[in-house]
């Protein structure tokens, strides 16, 4: 059993954010029937649904209808940049939404105040059954405009720490900003334990499984949903020696040497 299985819904993106690598495949939504032979190919090996790797999870446009489908076997998660959250305004069947607030941009037109109105009804609808996690990155300008609002909203002190309750359900997480896995950067490190393929998979919209939800590119791809048995995949060569490799603290795969997730 793993701890979640990220699945991507869609690779497609409605914003166009310099700190988030870019995906170089096809760009298309999962279908319904693509969906739901997933689930049943996975339902045994995790209780926890996150339905994003890269891209929008909420310009899908059957994103309501997905989050219903899998909530006989899943507890659904979902990280989204917030601009489109009022298509789940009134779905009470996710268990947590993630919002990273430091995607905001004046650039895209809405004004801040807008862009968390929005996010502050969804939240109203739905804080009583789900858990709401934002995001914010230590150094992004926009936090101090961001926490007056939300103090204003609710009427209380608000403080940039992380696990920090704002109201039931709702808290504040902080992270600094990371480098992305990529073959060309500078960061190299072949030491360091990582929660891969112990903890959590990827699945990428096209089937590909992958070992964690920050190859967005595919390049470990360990085999293809529709034509692999995920217990197949496991038994493998190349995700064993991975897997191993993390636990003795030692980085196989030159992706995993030039990301610094873990060890930022």
Request: positive net charge; aromatic residues 14%.
């Amino acid at each position: 059993m793993y701890k979640k299985i990220y699945l991507e819904i869609t690779n497609k993106c409605n914003l166009n954010c310099p700190f988030c690598i870019k995906n170089n495949r096809h760009q298309k939504y999962m279908s319904i029937n693509e969906y739901k032979y997933i689930l049943e190919k996975i339902k045994d090996y995790t209780k926890y649904l996150y339905l994003h790797v890269s891209g929008e999870p909420l310009m899908h446009p059957n994103i309501n209808e997905l989050i219903n489908i899998a909530k006989k076997y899943f507890k659904i998660n979902i990280t989204t940049n917030g601009y489109l959250i009022s298509r789940i305004k009134n779905n009470h069947n996710i268990r947590q939404i993630n919002i990273s607030l430091h995607s905001y941009n004046p650039d895209y037109n809405i004004p801040l105040t807008k862009y968390l109105d929005n996010i502050i009804n969804v939240i109203n609808n739905l804080h009583e059954d789900t858990y709401f996690s934002l995001r914010f990155w230590i150094n992004n300008k926009y936090n101090n405009e961001i926490i007056k609002y939300l103090e204003n909203k609710f009427n209380k002190k608000i403080l940039i720490k992380k696990g920090y309750e704002i109201i039931k359900n709702v808290f504040i997480s902080t992270e600094k900003e990371f480098i992305w896995p990529d073959y060309n950067n500078e960061f190299y490190n072949d030491s360091g334990k990582c929660y891969a393929l112990k903890d959590h998979i990827g699945i990428l919209v096209n089937g590909d499984i992958i070992p964690c939800c920050l190859d967005v590119n595919s390049y470990l791809c360990l085999g293809n949903i529709f034509k692999d048995d995920l217990q197949s995949v496991i038994k493998s060569e190349k995700y064993n020696i991975m897997l191993k490799g993390f636990q003795n603290n030692k980085k196989i795969e030159l992706l995993c040497k030039k990301c610094n997730f873990i060890s930022n």
